[in-house]
T-cell receptor, first 113, second 111 residues
C-alpha cells in the first residue's frame, strides 16, 4: 500500500490563481480530511468527507472547495489564491469518522505571492 | 469553543532520560485521544491512542495517561533517544471524526 499520497509536494502561486491539491489513498478508507498547518501551530481542519459524495466544512473552510467522487480521491481546490493561504496542507484518511487514527500524507507546501 | 492546548511549547531532555509532554483538553464529550509525532518536513505519524474508558495505555517506550477529572492528557517517553526529537501533538476526537489538534510541543534530545 502506498498509503496517503499528495501532489504536488511544493507549489508557488500568484494571488488570484487557482489550483487543485491532489490527495489519494489506497486503504479503502471512508473518511478523508484536509488540514492546514501554519508555523508554530497545530493542524486546523479545512474540509472533510465521511464517504463518497459526502463532504462537510471544518474549522477553516473559506476559500477552499472539495469534492469526493470516489472513495480513493479527495482533491482540495483553491479558487482564487490569497497570501493568507500560504501554508502546508495535509490530507488524511481513516477507516471511519470516529475513534480511529488518521493516516497523514506527506504534505504540500504552498506559497502564494 | 473546544480546544486542545499544550502547557509547554518546547522541551529539552538529555538522551536516556524520560520525557513527559502534557496536554489539556476542554471538551468533556471527547472520547478518543491521539498523540502524533511530526518530524521536520513530514506529515504527522501516529504514536499512541487512548479511549475515554481507559486511564492509561502503554506502547513501546511510550505511555499515555488520561485524567478525565482535570481533562489532562500526557505522553511519557522512556529512555528518550535522539530519534525522538520532533514536534508532538495531542488531538481529541469529540465527534464526527473532527480531530482537534493542540499547538504542539517541540522535543529536543541532547546527546
Amino acid at each position: 500500500n502506498a498509503g496517503v499520497t499528495q501532489t504536488p509536494k511544493f507549489q508557488v502561486l500568484k494571488t488570484g490563481q487557482s489550483m487543485t491539491l491532489q490527495c489519494a489513498q489506497d486503504m479503502n478508507h471512508e473518511y478523508m480530511s484536509w488540514y492546514r498547518q501554519d508555523p508554530g501551530m497545530g493542524l486546523r481542519l479545512i474540509h472533510y468527507s465521511v464517504g463518497a459524495g459526502i463532504t462537510d466544512q471544518g474549522e477553516v473552510p473559506n476559500g477552499y472547495n472539495v469534492s469526493r467522487s470516489t472513495t480513493e480521491d479527495f482533491p482540495l481546490r483553491l479558487l482564487s489564491a490569497a497570501p493568507s493561504q500560504t501554508s502546508v496542507y495535509f490530507c488524511a484518511s481513516s477507516p471511519a469518522s470516529l475513534g480511529y487514527e488518521q493516516y497523514f500524507g506527506p504534505g504540500t507546501r504552498l506559497t502564494v505571492t | 469553543g473546544e480546544s486542545v492546548g499544550l502547557h509547554l511549547p518546547t522541551l529539552s531532555v538529555q538522551e536516556g532520560d524520560n520525557s513527559i509532554i502534557n496536554c489539556a483538553y476542554s471538551n468533556s464529550a471527547s472520547d478518543y485521544f491521539i498523540w502524533y509525532k511530526q518530524e521536520s518536513g513530514k506529515g504527522p505519524q501516529f504514536i499512541i491512542d487512548i479511549r475515554s474508558n481507559m486511564d492509561k495505555r502503554q506502547g513501546q517506550r511510550v505511555t499515555v495517561l488520561l485524567n478525565k477529572t482535570v481533562k489532562h492528557l500526557s505522553l511519557q517517553i522512556a529512555a528518550t533517544q535522539p530519534g525522538d526529537s520532533a514536534v508532538y501533538f495531542c488531538a481529541e476526537n469529540p465527534w464526527g471524526g473532527k480531530l482537534i489538534f493542540g499547538q504542539g510541543t517541540e522535543l529536543s534530545v541532547k546527546p
